[in-house]
T-cell receptor, first 113, second 115 residues
């Protein structure tokens, strides 16, 4: 079964700390992997998209890596800020699934001032 | 429009009532997806449209769930005889690419509460 798992489920850090969110997936045959942010009561905002042929993507203080062989991705957030507090979701499009995203359960991040 | 619009934002239904949830995708977007997100969980796939064709409905949890996109733009997700386990946020996403591997735009969702 194609599954995506995220740990930890929740994380609380002081402002300014660097942190890593983890995502694992069960099948290495993927089209791409995406990281989304979800604020309470809101939809999903795409943060980073890594194609199957890529190893990492960067946007500002965010860096996402992809290791297909081990079925893992990490989202690195540098110098965290209270405004980074949200739920972060990892989602994979597995090969053979036309556009269908399989999501992890999410990691809820709280950055304390 | 500028984004994906979903209506209503909130819906409270009595158990056994029928509901209809609407999604207005970005104009011209070919692909449209519906997802169900239970409290504290990640979204789960329900169904996928390419233009007006429903190509995948494998995620619909029962025959009480029905989705349509008759003209290849607006989509409606209908739930008949709602039950408490149907309470969730229903998210719609659209993409300009057929295989949607280059990213999506999500709507803000409809929060359905069945009482």
């Amino acid at each position: 079964k194609q599954e995506v798992t995220q740990i930890p489920a929740a994380l609380s850090v002081p402002e300014g700390e660097n942190l890593v969110l983890n995502c694992s997936f069960t099948d290495s045959a993927i089209y791409n992997l995406q990281w989304f942010r979800q604020d309470p009561g809101k939809g999903l905002t795409s943060l980073l998209l890594i194609q199957s042929s890529q190893r990492e993507q960067t946007s500002g203080r965010l860096n996402a890596s992809l290791d297909k062989s081990s079925g893992r991705s990490t989202l690195y957030i540098a110098a965290s800020q209270p405004g980074d507090s949200a739920t972060y979701l990892c989602a994979v499009i597995f090969s053979g699934n036309t556009g269908k995203l399989i999501f992890g359960q999410g990691t809820t991040l709280q950055v304390k001032p | 429009g500028a984004g994906v619009s979903q209506s209503p934002r909130y819906k409270v239904a009595k158990r056994g009532q029928d509901v209809a949830l609407r999604c207005d995708p970005i104009s011209g977007h070919v692909s449209l997806f519906w997802y169900q997100q239970a409290l504290g969980q990640g979204p789960e796939f329900l169904t996928y449209f390419q233009n007006e064709a429903q190509l995948d409905k494998s995620g619909l949890p029962s025959d009480r769930f029905f989705a349509e996109r008759p003209e290849g733009s607006v989509s409606t997700l209908k739930i008949q005889r709602t039950q408490q386990e149907d309470s969730a946020v229903y998210l719609c996403a659209s993409s300009s690419r057929v295989e949607s591997i280059y990213g999506y735009t999500f709507g803000s969702g409809t929060r359905l509460t069945v009482v």
